[in-house]
């Protein structure tokens, strides 16, 4: 059976309004490389890139675009994780589970920390605007940032329980990936939008300043990539995210640009430590959809512990009701 839903999250429209997208490729790409569903594109649904719907020429396009490219991987990967977890049951699969539960959590908390800490700083002073990126907006008093907390929960309940696989309640882990997927979806939503309004933040269009400044962004941007690449856990994150890109989403992409002797070092050299855990992702190391292998058996339960997980399948309606309310700022109050 197909994936339930290849919907996406679109950015496209000056309201900043979520609103689910069902393009014919990704439809046809779930059914022609999926046997059976779900998918890793729900229950929290995917982002919609921006060039799709915006002048992919600008660089301030091309960093939305990887805002959402790599947002979109972090929720493939706890998709993954809510989609498998009340069907694992056996201590080395558990750990197995929690040890890339861990390893998602502490990346998606490094990559915020680093988005605040050094990104949003170099891009501001390419504008002159101190805390138009880090700062509220006109119509925001204050960014929810309530997820982090939540991260922080997920990252040592996943150590701690890894160390003791007996006491693993699927139950735990799926409440706090709960908790922690709105304000997450969330959050992500509005650092595309921030990254959209970065070209009004660049002046006005076609005048020589906001060329100059849309230069700069981009060599702000090329130098941050590659510091951040740099600084990445190579032996955990790159066997990880390798995985958790879909080079079929909307028709075919090539994030994040990997060469393919990279691809093999990756699959050769990094790889075969945490196998185990890698098992768990929705994608080949190229990066191509497949089955995830922890989901139910026709007729078998799922493990829980005097909690019903039924809601599991049924959680991706409720989560687009409530997203689809999301309105984030114009990218022009940014």
């Not at 329980?161 to 709960?178: C, K, S």
């Not at 075919?252 to 768990?280: C, I, K, T």
């Not at 497949?290 to 991706?316: I, M, R, T």
Request: some cysteine; aromatic content about 8%; hydrophobic content about 40%.
């Amino acid at each position: 059976m197909a994936p339930s839903r290849t919907e996406s999250v679109s950015v496209s429209g000056s309201s900043g309004c979520l609103s689910p997208k069902t393009p014919s490729s990704l439809s046809s790409r779930s059914q022609s490389s999926i046997a059976r569903g779900p998918w890793a594109d729900e229950p929290w649904p995917l982002f919609e890139t921006p060039g799709r719907t915006h002048s992919a020429g600008h660089p301030a396009i091309h960093i939305a675009n990887e805002a959402a490219h790599t947002y979109n991987a972090m929720f493939r990967g706890i998709n993954s994780i809510f989609l498998q977890a009340p069907f694992v049951t056996a201590a080395e699969d558990v750990s197995d589970l929690l040890f890339l539960a861990h390893c998602l959590g502490c990346w998606i908390a490094r990559h915020h920390n680093t988005l605040y800490s050094r990104v949003y700083p170099k891009y501001e002073a390419v504008f002159g605007r101190p805390g138009a990126l880090t700062g509220p907006s006109p119509s925001q008093s204050e960014e929810d940032m309530s997820f982090i907390s939540v991260l922080e929960t997920l990252i040592n309940y996943a150590a701690e329980t890894q160390a003791q696989p007996q006491r693993y309640d699927p139950t735990v882990l799926l409440g706090i990936l709960e908790d922690l997927a709105p304000g997450l979806h969330a959050h992500a939503f509005a650092q595309i939008i921030k990254s959209i309004g970065m070209v009004s933040l660049c002046g006005e269009p076609g005048s020589p300043a906001a060329e100059a400044r849309a230069v700069a962004l981009l060599n702000a941007w090329r130098a941050l990539d590659a510091e951040a690449a740099a600084a990445a856990d190579r032996p955990l994150v790159l066997p990880m995210l390798v995985r958790l890109r879909d080079t079929t989403f909307e028709g075919g992409n090539d994030w994040p640009r990997l060469p393919v002797l990279a691809v093999h070092v990756v699959a050769d050299r990094l790889s075969p430590a945490h196998a185990g855990s890698w098992r768990f992702l929705p994608c080949t190391i190229w990066g191509k959809p497949q089955e995830l292998p922890f989901l139910a058996p026709q007729g078998k339960e799922p493990k829980g512990k005097g909690k019903e997980v039924a809601w599991v399948s049924s959680l991706a309606s409720t989560t687009h009701s409530s997203s689809q309310s999301l309105v984030s700022p114009t990218p022009v109050s940014i």
